[in-house]
Structures are given as structure tokens and as C-alpha cells.
């Protein structure tokens, strides 16, 4: 959040909600404050819920994500299946919801609208009101929540991500080593000073290491997939890949490869 008030270093525009209730009752400015705080979350969680790798799957390949690889919808699971383009594509789009969750926050309620809004965006991603509750696992979107509120702080997370990918090749055990360094990194950078930076930071690291769960079975029995910047995987990697998520069905379909065709 740092970052964000250092544009506006007289809050005149973010958290401008507080600004309109330091004049009135106590009543009246509890009330207006509550009910910012919940738009906010509202806003965010419905923008979160426009999860872009479902969305791009359906309009540009005609197919769901969720019923091939590991059947999530997310970043990883799109480059596995699509590549590339499809990867970018669902990049851009939960960055920019992130992006618009965190701004409308930061305007409403400042440095505490911004963490709300990042968070209930990130669980909108997760839990999608629009397609039955079954999301992504919020690596990008709260990535990109700290991104916007905290460039340093990204960037310390972002190294670790890194350095774990590249030993290991593992995108889930990259992402929970990020997860469970976030709190530890707010912590050491700034200790005591801001709790709720803090209890946001442990929020968001819990959520991200409990969607992770069955990723850290499969690294536990060496069954995990390693990422690979390939174009495409061959159909019979994908048919090899983790089991798909929270559904006991874990046959796949995905999309024929012209060596398939070639077959038939």
C-alpha cells in the first residue's frame, strides 16, 4: 500500500469515503463506512468471478478448462493445454480484474479497501459465483494484488518464486513456498507497524497453500507434473497429468493433436 499512497502522499483521492464521513455523527459515519466496505468486497468478489481461463477456453477454443489437464482454471493449467497464447490471454485478463479490484478499494477505502478488495477478489477467482463456485487456485490474482500495493514486497516474492521454479520445475511448490514467505516477508520489512498488512498477508498465504492441497499430496508420493515452456504437450502428457481436482472423475478428453489424427 505503500506504493499507492506515495502517488496521493495527502490522501485527497484514495480513501476519499473517510474523508466524507470525518463531518458527520458517529451514526451516520459508521453506517457509510460499513456500507463501503461492503460494496467494495461486493465489487471485488463479482470481478473475481470473471475467471479468464474459463472465459477464453469457451470463446476462443470452444471448450471448457475445467475438463482437461488438471481441471483447473487457471494460468498454468491453460499454458499445459493451449500454450502460449491461451496462457497470455488468461494473464491479461486476471490481472485486469485484479487491477480494477484494487483501485476501486483503494479509492473508496483507501489502504484497507485496497487489501479487502484484493482479497475478495482472489476468492471471487476461487469460488466464481458465474460457474458453479469452481475457480482457480488465486496464485495470479493475488500476486497481482501485491503487485499494485506493494511493488518491493512483490518483487521479494517474485525472486523466491523464481529460484524454487527453476530447482525444482514445480509451479504448485513455487507458488506455496511464495505463499508461506509472503507473511514471514511483510514481517521482517515492517514488523509490527501495520497488523492489518499483516493479517492480510497471513490470509492470503493460508488460502493459496489450502488450494494447494492436493498438489502437495502429489509432490509428497512424486506424482506432481513439472511445468515446461513448451508450445503444447503431447495429448498423452496431458492424459498423464495430476487428477483433476475436488471431482472423482478423472477421465480427460483434451483437444486431439494432429498426431492423433493422423492415427484415426
Not at 482437461?68 to 485486469?96: E, Q
Request: with cysteine.
Amino acid at each position: 500500500m505503500r506504493y499507492l499512497f506515495q502517488l496521493d502522499p495527502e490522501h485527497k483521492v484514495l480513501g476519499f469515503i473517510y474523508g466524507i464521513a470525518t463531518d458527520m455523527s458517529v451514526p451516520a459515519r459508521n453506517a457509510l463506512i460499513i456500507t463501503a466496505w461492503v460494496l467494495c468486497a461486493v465489487i471485488a468478489y463479482l470481478l473475481g468471478s470473471l475467471n479468464s481461463a474459463i472465459i477464453v477456453s469457451r470463446y476462443k477454443y470452444k471448450q471448457d478448462i475445467r475438463s482437461f489437464g488438471s481441471g483447473n482454471a487457471g494460468l498454468t493449467n491453460m499454458h499445459r493445454v493451449y500454450g502460449k497464447d491461451g496462457a497470455v490471454y488468461t494473464l491479461i485478463g486476471d490481472i485486469a480484474k485484479q487491477l480494477v479490484s484494487v483501485i476501486v478499494g483503494s479509492l473508496l477505502l483507501g489502504r484497507s479497501g485496497a487489501y479487502l478488495a484484493g482479497a475478495f477478489c482472489m476468492i471471487g477467482h476461487i469460488f466464481p459465483v458465474y460457474y458453479r463456485f469452481k475457480g482457480g487456485k488465486g496464485v495470479l490474482t493475488a500476486a497481482t494484488m501485491i503487485l499494485i500495493i506493494d511493488p518491493m514486497i512483490f518483487a521479494v516474492l517474485f525472486v523466491i518464486f523464481a529460484l524454487v521454479l527453476i530447482f525444482t520445475k514445480y509451479v504448485s511448490l513455487s507458488s506455496i513456498i511464495a505463499a508461506i514467505s509472503y507473511p514471514a516477508v511483510i514481517r521482517i520489512a515492517y514488523g509490527m507497524e501495520h497488523p492489518f498488512e499483516l493479517f492480510f498477508a497471513l490470509f492470503t498465504g493460508c488460502v493459496v497453500i489450502f488450494m494447494h492441497r492436493t498438489n502437495i499430496f502429489r509432490l509428497f508420493n512424486n506424482q506432481e507434473s513439472k511445468f515446461s515452456f513448451r508450445k503444447k504437450p503431447e495429448t498423452q502428457e496431458i492424459l498423464d497429468m495430476e487428477d483433476k481436482e475436488n471431482d472423482s472423475d478423472n477421465t480427460y478428453y483434451p483437444p486431439a493433436t494432429k498426431k492423433n489424427k493422423k492415427k484415426k
